[in-house]
């Protein structure tokens, strides 16, 4: 009788083993990447354009080649998303769900400099990977020492300063310009980060503020501040722009036949529907962002972009979200299981291949960024920074708006 009870026992361990290891063998039938983005509120048409559909399309690309390759096994990709409303309280409560609760294998990173600030501790405590594609801080390297799990793809916004800086210091020296600049920025932390960067940048430049003003997210009546900017005197304006923004002020700019010989305006700019929108009046208008137009793997990103969301990239962080999936991609692979402090360390040191060529990533920030961009002739080309392959020549002075 107890040889029978002993047997029993072994056999049922047996059958709860075979069914866990079963279990485990169904959990890694596929990889469950989570996010949170805004598709609605005020950054649903930065993160609609420029986040949102690189994450589709990556998974799109990813499950159509079988998957990611995990322990010699193909994985697909199965997603959970929810709306963070452009809201920094919810986008941190929907990252603290996917973790605890979804518990996924990988987080995306939310759209914005603000929310992707407000999320880091979150994504710290969890242990993810946090790769915050579309921030743009000065305190980027504070952050990835405090939290050495996330990475900074854009960069310092010290570095678009000086970038704009640099264009406009140039067309100064040789008397196209004088030394005003009008200078509006949007009250949240990229604009005031990068405000107060061109301050110091302009000054260094021998360009001298004529008029420095902000406003608060969501305003849309731009008009009052582009008769400042106007009475201003400057030859060159400077908006540190959010989307909606920048489409608000380039309204008002050309209601107000407001014609600046160099006019720039910030995120936004280099997305399609700002051309779109302004057609032949885009010529000649700078913005954040710009691309090197003469590289095969980026047009081919562009094709493809295209014809699978149905809508061109913007040429700012488009290519560089995706960009930021490969390396995930790659580095998930190479550690050969999902073990998210190992990842963390492959992305930190390792060297990938990406539609932007081989990246490394220099204390764990992008070490390229262009920050500078115009349109020019139908297509939004990088200006600077000028070392940068591809780095075009500004069309000078800007045309009058075309009515």
């Known amino acids: 009788m107890l040889r029978k009870s002993l047997s029993r026992l072994a056999l049922a361990a047996a059958v709860s083993a075979l069914a866990g290891h079963a279990g485990l063998a169904q959990a890694q039938d596929k990889i469950r990447i989570g996010y949170a ?153 990229f604009g005031i980060e990068l405000a107060t960067a061109a301050r110091a940048a302009f000054k260094s430049a021998g360009l001298e503020i004529a008029l420095d003003k902000t406003y608060p997210i969501g305003t849309q009546d731009m008009q009052a501040l582009l008769k400042d900017a106007m009475a201003s005197g400057a030859d060159a304006f400077v908006a540190f722009s959010y989307p909606p923004d920048t489409i608000a002020i380039t309204d008002a700019a050309r209601v107000l036949s407001y014609n600046p010989k160099v006019y720039y305006t910030a995120v936004g700019t280099a997305f399609p529907v700002f051309k779109g929108k302004f057609g032949a009046a885009a010529e000649g208008v700078m913005g954040v962002g710009g691309w090197n137009v003469d590289s095969p793997a980026l047009q081919a990103y562009f094709k493809r972009h295209t014809e699978v969301i149905g809508r061109e990239p913007d040429r700012w962080a488009s290519p560089v979200t995706y960009v930021s999936l490969q390396m995930l991609q790659q580095a998930i692979e190479r550690v050969g299981k999902i073990d998210n402090a190992a990842i963390i360390k492959e992305l930190q040191t390792g060297t990938f291949d990406t539609i932007m060529g081989k990246i490394k990533l220099a204390d764990n920030i992008m070490p390229i960024v262009w920050w500078v961009g115009q349109w020019q002739n139908g297509e939004f080309v990088g200006l600077a920074p000028t070392s940068y392959a591809g780095a075009k020549a500004p069309l000078f002075p800007k045309p009058a708006w075309k009515q």
């Open 37 to 189: 983005i805004s598709k609605t509120g005020p950054f649903a048409g930065g993160a609609g354009v420029t986040t949102l559909p690189n994450y589709q399309l990556w998974v799109k690309d990813v499950n159509a080649a079988g998957g990611i390759t995990v322990g010699g096994k193909k994985l697909q990709i199965e997603v959970v998303e929810y709306d963070d409303r452009s809201n920094s309280e919810e986008a941190v409560k929907a990252i603290e769900r996917l973790g605890t609760q979804d518990k996924v294998d990988i987080i995306l990173p939310p759209w914005g400099t603000g929310l992707n600030l407000a999320v880091g501790p979150t994504f710290n405590r969890l242990g993810y990977p946090h790769l915050a594609v579309t921030a743009a801080t000065d305190r980027a390297p504070e952050m990835a020492k405090r939290w050495p799990n996330s990475f900074w793809f854009l960069g310092p916004s010290k570095a678009g300063a000086v970038a704009l800086s640099e264009v406009l210091g140039k067309l100064k020296a040789e008397n196209k310009i004088g030394a005003k600049v009008a200078m509006i920025s949007v009250a949240d932390a």
